[in-house]
Every structure is written in C-alpha cells, then in structure tokens.
C-alpha cells in the first residue's frame, strides 16, 4: 500500500492530480489588456498610462492584496500595481463572464475553489522556462504531461476538519487515523450524548453545501488514485465516460448517514449554528479552514485542533487546498508590450520568493508558503496535518459544473432518503449526452457596456422601479474600494441571463441589496454629487478619502475626477434640458445604507431588491444599450 501512495504522489507531482493546466486554465481569468490613458470608464479615473518611470500592471483579482501590493511596490519602484477587484457574493458569475468575454488584466488571481466553466486553453502564458518556478515545493506546481506551467501558487490554505482537543481528553478518544477509525469514534461520541460529527448543509445564496460536501468526498475517493485523476480529467474534457466513480462516493456519503455522521436535519444547519455548536460542546469535529479554526480558538474556552480528511481508497490522510493560484495574460508577449512583460515577471518571481509568499499570507491567502523548505507555523493546532502538509497530500475539490442543475436539489433527496443513487447519475447521464440546458435569456445586451454604464443601466432600472425622479448607484473603484453597492461589474454583447443579474446586483453575505427612496433639495443633492460615494469605513469615519463618483438617471453631468472639493461637478441638468434648481425638492432612489442623514433625514424603503428591479427593467426593454453621453469627465 504504501508503494502505491508513493506512486499517487508523484504522479500528482507531474500534475496528473486532479486538475491539468488545460482545466487550471479554465479556472483561471485572463484576456486582452488595453492600457489606456485618460478617464477610463472601466477603472473610474484610474490613469492607466505608464509613468516616466513606473510601468502600471493590472491584476485582476477576487481578494485584496493590500500587504502584496506595498510589498511589490517597495520592492520595486518602477512598477505600479492597480488592483481590478471583484468581490462578494458575485464573483464566480464575474469570474465566468470575464472568461467568456476575454476581459482580465496583465495578471490574475484566482481562488482554487472556483468552479472553472469557461474555457482559456492557450490563453495564459507557459512559465516552465522561467527561473522561479523552480522555487517551489514541486507538488505544489501544476504542470501539463509536455512540463508546461501556466498557474503559480500563493501560500497554500487548507481544508481540513477541526476537533476540541480538550473534549478529546477529558473523555480519553484517540485522534483518528485513518478513515474507519474516524467512522468509528464519530459513533463511540455519538453514545456519550455529543454529536460526533457535523457537517454545515443549508444552502446559501451562493452555494449548495450539500454538493460542495459531496465533491469532497469524492476527492477523496477519486482524486487520490492515478485512475480516479484520470477519469475526472476525461469527464471534464466533456468525453463520455462511465459515472460509476460517482456512485462510489455516493455509496460513501450512504454509509455516512448510516454512521449518523450525515443527517437529513443537517440541511438546516447554518455555519453560525454550527460554530455555537462546537463552541458549546455539543459536538465534537467539524470540517473548516483556518479561519475557523482560530474563531473557535479565541471564542471558546476550549483547545481546538487540525486533523486531515482520510481517503476513504486506502485510509491515507489529505487535505483540501484553498489557495490562491497566479497567471500572467498571454498578451503581454505582443510587440510594444516589452515593459509590462518584464514588469509581470518580476512580480511573479516575488510571488514565488518567501518574502512575496509572507506578504500574500498578510493579506490572508494561505498559512504557508508553497516555495521549497516551507513549512507549518510551529503551532500546537497544526500539529496533527504537519505531515501531509509538509509532505505534498493535498488535492483539489473536483467540480461536476455540468450537474449542477441535477445535483443542486437531488443529492438533498437522495439525504433525506427520497431517491437513489442510480437515479440521480440516470438524470447525470442524461446531461451528459445532451449537454446541460442553456440558461433563459431575460433580454440583450445591444454591444460591450463599461463598469460606469452598467451602473447608469441600474441606475435608470432603479428610478424607474422607485418611481423618484433622480437615481444615484454608487461606483466600486480599483485598488479596493467599495462603496455600499458599489458596481464593479459590467454587462457584454449578447445575451443576459439570470446570472448576468446576480453579478451586477452584487448581492454580499448572502443578503440582497436593497433600495430606498428620499426627498432632498437640489442643494443637497449637488453637495452630496461632489461629495462622491464613501465606503461603510469612510461613513463612519465621516470623511471620504478621495472623490468617487456615482452613476446617475435623470439628470446629465461633468465630473473633474481631480478637481478640488466644491468643484468636482458642473453642468447637472435634469433630463429635460433644465438647470438643476438648489430650491426644489427632488425624489432620489439608492441603495440602502448608501445614503447617510448628513444628506437626507427622510429616507424610506422602498422593499425592492436591486436584484428584481434589474430583472424585471431588462426582461420590459427586451434589448438595452450602453448610454455614452449621460456623464462626462474633465
């Protein structure tokens, strides 16, 4: 057994494991960067334009990178490092249409979570002839069958499951070691009158847990083994292959209910259930990362630690890799693009130096380097997954994307005990063939749209819904500042569905954004249209830290993005030509919390989501266009 695990190893060392760099391809973001110099509507006033001396490269990214990008800009201060962030509830949906559309910037950021839908084969450029790869713990590198590197990795993240190390000894239970021992103790706990073992099963607006848990288990059963990587990759590539691996780990997740360890009641358990749950010692062992980790650790009186998953093939400890993977766009290889190339480079080898990989820790990407001699922080918690993290076991959680519309609701069934395993993969197989049904289209989009028209089209959405005569929709920024609501996202040429929707609603935290409406004097409006958009931190501190712009409807303007306070606008007209008078009284729909009583006392919720709004404007216009006339910059 053991020359077997070796064997499994190195084959995940040569990156047979789980993921190729064709499907590390498709995860990733990436496309055609055009530098641009003035306003560009997609940064918002960003000047995209190389210094004399610093070269500015893009990355695009769905976390911030505070710590790293001061480190890269001490280090090297020729370059200028702007962040295009995306974050929220919407990311995997921007993630998606990024791809789609070619959109990214000189270097990408992704998670290793997302689940890859869209193809970017020959698209990110091949790094195996660079110097610093060779910097790396080689199982952390990803690398084609020809040797080929497109995806450098930030400080590895783990998944793991977490137990109370002080329950562990006030009642004598053995740490596990292998899979049937874990089964078993998880029911020796259960007898004592704790829960042994509890999964988080409620789904968030964002994600199915229950497919998230069962693509966990079946990591463990496919992705462990050379034949299992195997047929994961063919099932990727669309090709049509026996789903009998699948089976396996639903036979799996059966003797887990079996075992008690998965409940039907646990489809109500939230993750805030579960963290009083373990806080509270009514149970004993619960999967989560780092974060959760160190929550139970510093709210709760007891000792919690780190033990790996097991593979249910042959009992070997694993853990589940949550990091953070970096690309550099193929087009930075084009002629006249020799300073940005150099400047990509440079970055990429801090990312894979120890002092780039601290950084990226800093900004809480991962808990330890990936670069070679790296190893766990000396802390009791690690302890029981030192070996497998210093010894390369970590695997990637497979994603069944094509299944998704089966998965989403049946593995729920097939927990409560209302369907079979050979049903649910009949309805797989099925999809397989035909190929997953096309998403509804609710309208068109006429051509290309910009971050800031996005923004008119949901301001114009949200006036019209609010019924008000003025709408203000504040505008997200890169380097990471974000308003309340603030769009960063944007539509493209074609077709948008319900998840062109999501996106630009930009929901957070699993919450819909939600509108209001107020009366302000023309006066106040003008003052606040000067004073710009402000973040939740900048609205409690009372102070904006530069002017951000709002999108607007029912009124056209000017912004001077460098003008100073008092004049950063000119030329407000309501749609009808007219001067915008200081005297009147206008109705404005925003966002909630938006809008603070410094500007208005009067605010009233409207109790429409920007989600629906959006929905239903587009769905009425059946085609919309982006508006190039509405704002204007100075």
């Not at 921007?94 to 290793?112: F, K, M, P, Q, T």
Request: glycine share 8%; aromatic share 8%.
């Amino acid at each position: 057994m053991k020359r077997n695990r070796n064997k499994s190893r190195r084959l995940y060392k040569n990156g047979i494991l789980l993921l190729t760099a064709v499907l590390w391809v498709c995860v990733m973001l990436g496309g055609c960067t055009v530098k641009k110099s003035g306003t560009d509507e997609n940064m918002l006033g960003a000047d995209l334009e190389s210094e004399p001396d610093r070269v500015v490269i893009t990355v695009t990214t769905s976390v911030s990178l505070e710590h790293f990008a001061a480190a890269v800009e001490e280090r090297f201060p020729d370059i200028r490092l702007v962040q295009d962030s995306y974050m929220g509830d919407f990311r995997i949906n921007e993630h998606i249409a990024r791809v789609s559309n070619r959109d990214w910037g000189d270097l990408v950021i992704i998670a290793a979570g997302l689940i890859p839908k869209a193809d970017m084969s020959g698209l990110l450029m091949d790094l195996s002839t660079q110097p610093f790869p060779a910097g790396y713990n080689s199982n952390s590198l990803q690398m084609d069958h020809e040797g080929h590197i497109y995806l450098l990795p930030g400080p590895l993240n783990f998944n793991c499951n977490i137990y109370n190390k002080t329950l562990f000894d006030e009642n004598g239970w053995t740490v596990p070691e292998s899979y049937e021992e874990l089964i078993t103790l998880c029911q020796t706990i259960d007898e004592s009158g704790i829960r042994g073992f509890q999964y988080v099963l409620r789904d968030t607006s964002t994600q199915s847990y229950q497919i998230y848990n069962y693509c966990v288990l079946s990591a463990l059963d496919t992705l462990t083994h050379p034949d299992g990587q195997t047929w994961h990759n063919q099932l990727m590539e669309g090709k049509a292959v026996s789903l009998e691996p699948m089976k396996v780990s639903f036979q799996n997740l059966q003797r887990l209910i079996d075992a008690g360890m998965v409940r039907a009641e646990d489809m109500e358990v939230t993750d805030t259930i579960r963290m009083e749950l373990m806080k509270n010692r009514q149970t004993a062992i619960t999967p989560g990362a780092v974060s959760i980790l160190n929550q139970l650790n510093d709210e709760s009186g007891d000792e919690f630690r780190f033990m790996p998953h097991f593979s249910m093939t042959d009992n070997q400890g694993w853990l589940l890799n949550l990091g953070y993977y970096f690309g550099a766009n193929q087009n930075l290889r084009q002629s006249g693009s020799e300073k940005e190339l150099e400047a990509a480079m440079k970055i990429l080898k801090f990312v894979a130096s120890e002092e780039g990989q601290q950084a990226l820790i800093e900004d809480r990407l991962g808990i330890v380097p990936a670069t070679r001699g790296a190893s766990l922080p000396e802390l009791p918690a690690y302890d029981g997954i030192r070996a497998q993290a210093e010894g390369g076991y970590y695997i990637m959680r497979p994603t069944y994307d094509m299944f998704t519309s089966v998965l989403e609701t049946e593995i729920a069934s097939f927990i409560r005990g209302e369907t079979t395993s050979d049903d649910i993969l009949e309805k797989c197989s099925a999809l397989l063939k035909k190929g997953a049904p096309t998403a509804e289209a609710i309208g068109q989009a006429s051509s290309d749209f910009t971050v800031l028209q996005t923004g008119l089209l949901k301001a114009d959405a949200l006036r019209s819904a609010a019924g008000t005569d003025i709408a203000l929709i504040s505008m997200a920024e890169p380097d990471c500042f974000v308003p309340i609501g603030g769009t960063r996202s944007k539509l493209y040429k074609g077709r948008i569905t319900e998840d062109d929707i999501i996106r630009i609603s930009q929901n957070t935290l699993g919450e819909d954004v939600m509108c209001s409406r107020a009366s302000m004097t023309g006066a106040k409006l003008l003052e606040l249209l000067d004073y710009g958009a402000a973040s939740a931190k900048e609205q409690e501190n009372g102070m904006t830290n530069g002017f951000h712009p709002f999108a607007v409807s029912g009124i056209t303007l000017s912004y001077d993005l460098d003008g100073v306070k008092g004049q950063r606008v000119r030329g407000v007209k309501l749609t009808d030509k007219k001067e915008l008078n200081p005297e009147a009284v206008y109705t404005v729909a925003f966002l909630d919390g938006m809008l603070t009583e410094r500007f208005s006392s009067e605010q009233e919720k409207t109790g429409l989501s920007m989600t629906e709004v959006l929905k239903e404007y587009i769905r009425s216009k059946k085609t919309v266009s982006p508006d190039s006339h509405r704002i204007t910059f100075h």
